[in-house]
């Protein structure tokens, strides 16, 4: 199943690239330019991830922010901040509110999809461990391995015998062609003597 995240920024062009990048990485993306809207959407959503411009239309990205950190269902939601070239930032706002980064424009689209996606799949990684296979499992595991293992060593044998076979033709070969050689040079040698 896809991530969800909300991107929403007044600008229609950092907007469209977080939105490209994100669904590069496979996320489902639902975009705003109205902080009101975010905060409505959130319910019929469920989002796994925000990126919010610090200055959006009605209520800005920190009041967005303050709302989900309040929120007993959004409050470990990863919220990355966007803040736009000449914008002035209240570091004093900011610190309040839990959040995984802040960018600002200009800045790579896919650095932000991979911060959120590494925050996702750590979190997630953390609350599912590997469960530890039953011993049937463990058994079935083992007869498959051994299976494998005996049909490799039988190739292999058929392999071996047939390199071995093969050795053994050439070198009698070789031993044959010797004996010829020796047995006419005798008989050369009988001829001239």
Not at 42 to 63: C, N, Q, T, Y
Not at 68 to 83: N, T, W, Y
């Amino acid at each position: 199943m896809a991530y969800k995240a909300i991107i929403a920024d007044t600008s229609r062009s950092v907007t469209e690239a977080l939105r490209t990048a994100f669904l590069e990485s496979g996320f489902d993306v639902y975009s705003f330019s109205n902080g009101e809207e975010v905060i409505t959407s959130i319910p019929h959503i469920g989002p796994d991830a925000f990126v919010l411009g610090i200055s959006l239309e009605e209520k800005g990205g920190i009041e967005v922010a303050k709302f989900l950190r309040d929120s007993k269902d959004h409050s470990d939601v990863p919220v990355i901040f966007l803040i736009n070239a000449f914008e002035e930032l209240d570091e004093d706002k900011i610190s309040n509110i839990p959040h995984h980064g802040l960018f600002r424009v200009p800045f790579d689209s896919g650095e932000v999809a991979r911060r959120i996606r590494s925050f996702l799949e750590e979190e997630q990684g953390m609350d599912t461990l590997p469960e530890e296979p039953s011993l049937d499992e463990i058994a079935e595991i083992e007869r498959s391995v051994q299976k494998r293992l005996d049909a490799a060593e039988k190739i292999m044998s058929t392999q071996i015998r047939n390199i071995v076979k093969k050795e053994i033709y050439e070198a009698a070969k070789e031993v044959e062609k010797r004996v010829k050689a020796g047995v006419l040079k005798e008989l050369q040698d009988e001829k001239n003597t």
